[in-house]
């Protein structure tokens, strides 16, 4: 996704089941930039901006500025929407759970970024831009 084009970007992942980490729900959903590894957590990643879930937590991490915010929450369920809104003018982000937005949770936004998902065991998510 090139951020450079101008507008807000925008997409949807939806839940279809859950991660499981230490025999407990977890997800890690957000987007990386042009570096990544495909076999290490997107919270391991520099720079990421994710969205981490667990059963006791629902955090924000910008790895850009080490930010780390709890918004407490419950653990996601199938059918959960979680919808990320990327401003290429602002190159701030925000995010929506379930129609909910935590706005500018996301900053130092980079050129390009790609969603991008940890898969633990389990975990089952579907795509979907937005037009």
């Keep these: 996704m090139v951020l450079t084009e101008g507008g807000v970007h925008e997409w949807d992942i939806l839940i279809e ?3 499981i980490l230490e025999n407990s729900p ?3 959903l957000g987007a990386v930039g042009d570096i990544f590894s ?3 957590s997107l919270c391991e990643i520099d720079p990421s901006w994710v969205l981490f879930c667990t059963p006791w937590n629902l955090q924000v991490r910008n790895s850009t500025n080490g930010v780390v915010n709890n918004t407490g929450g419950e653990p996601f369920r199938k059918g959960d929407v979680v919808t990320f809104h990327l401003d290429s ?4 982000g925000d995010i929506s759970v379930n129609g909910t937005r935590y706005s500018g949770v996301f ?3 980079p ?3 790609y ?3 940890t898969l633990h065991p389990g975990a089952r998510y579907r795509l979907r831009t937005r037009a």
């Design 17 to 19: 089941s859950n991660g």
């Design 26 to 28: 977890c997800n890690v």
């Design 38 to 40: 495909p076999t290490t």
């Design 89 to 92: 003018a602002t190159r701030r």
């Design 107 to 109: 900053t130092e936004l």
């Design 111 to 113: 050129d390009q970024v």
């Design 115 to 117: 969603p991008a998902v």
